[in-house]
């Protein structure tokens, strides 16, 4: 067993003041939080002299395309001999997908994670902020090094994605006053905002067009449901990473407690995303073995179409 700290922004400056090469983690299937946070952390090491790599175990998505810091590597070379590994914004060790069983071996470990869940690093730096991004500019503030206008616009990156652009239930003032600062860092907020909240293409809009013609309503529009087939995907030559952000419009419809979003991931079996406006979602995926927050959930279910959607709106009978 591995004797586990709760660090403080200060302890987490000594450490890496001791160390001269870091290994930096971003999650499996990156986020603009943990993006974002590890290129910033990246840029602030390497202002005081270290050498840092940054790993991930899943290709970026084409939104990164446009940010040029943004590089990561996907396996540890052999004999690399880092002083210490940073696991950035993973809520547990899985998250750090393949690299999983190595950065459970090494012994000079330290998380940085506004998720505040398991302590697996040997140091771990948890601050309930409503981004990572948010706990890399407190390291900057106490190292005393002011961010550039490239590192302000990664941090912004985590602040802006991590809040929905400002808007979810997360949103604070400590976000806001993070953001001021980077603003005045020079962070570049438009670029930010277009690449991840406005930017789309011709092919998505459609697919989405199918997926809200494909939109149901259940329980006097409780619950609302859409789907995407994968000749949907096929037919308009996107993958699944289109979808990303379709359970919004479900969620968003006015009377919904649930929003269900369904992507055929192979020949009948479909990815589940679920949202709930105060109500539980994650115990309906809980009983198709999947999880994750309160009134953010997913799961995987097999089946044909219909008989995946009476399954879970079965489930949600019970409840909603
Ligand atoms: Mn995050």
Redesign the pocket.
């Known amino acids: 067993m591995r004797y586990c700290q709760k660090t403080t922004i200060e302890q987490c400056v000594d450490l890496f003041k001791q160390a001269r090469t870091v290994a930096i983690f971003a999650h499996t299937r990156p ?4 993006v974002g ?1 590890c290129v910033a952390l990246r840029l602030l090491l390497e202002k005081t002299g270290k050498t840092c790599h940054m790993f991930c175990d899943t290709a970026l998505g084409e939104t990164f395309s446009r940010f040029p810091e943004a590089v990561f590597a996907d396996s540890i070379p052999l004999n690399a001999g880092f002083d210490l590994f940073v696991a950035v ?1 993973c809520g547990d060790l899985l998250r750090t997908g393949k690299f999983s069983a190595q950065y459970a071996r090494f012994a000079n470990t330290l998380t940085i ?3 505040c869940g398991e302590m697996y690093s040997r140091y771990n730096c948890l601050i309930p902020y ?4 948010e706990i890399i500019l407190d390291l900057y503030n106490c190292a005393g090094v002011a961010p550039d206008s490239v590192s302000a616009t990664y941090m912004y990156m ?1 602040l802006c ?2 809040t929905g652009n400002f808007s979810n239930s997360g949103t604070n003032t400590h976000a806001f006053r993070a953001a001021a600062q980077l603003s005045e860092a020079g962070a570049d907020l438009q670029k930010v905002s277009i690449a991840f909240f406005r930017d789309t293409t011709f092919a998505q809009q459609k697919l989405l067009s199918a997926a809200l013609g494909n939109m149901r309503s259940y329980f006097d529009g409780k619950l609302i449901l859409l789907y995407v087939t994968k000749k949907d995907l096929e037919k308009y030559q996107l993958k699944e990473n289109a979808t990303e952000g379709f359970v919004q419009y479900a969620i968003n419809v006015d009377t919904a407690r649930m929003g269900v979003a369904l992507v055929e991931h192979a020949d009948n079996v479909y990815k589940v995303s679920a949202r709930g406006k105060q109500f539980d979602v994650r115990s309906i995926c809980n009983t198709f073995g999947g999880g994750g927050h309160l009134y953010a959930s997913g799961c995987i279910i097999n089946g044909f179409l219909e008989d995946v959607i009476e399954k879970i709106v079965r489930e949600a009978s019970y409840s909603i």
């Open positions: 986020d603009g939080d943990s946070a914004d994670d506004h998720h409503a981004s990572t991004c985590g994605t991590d």
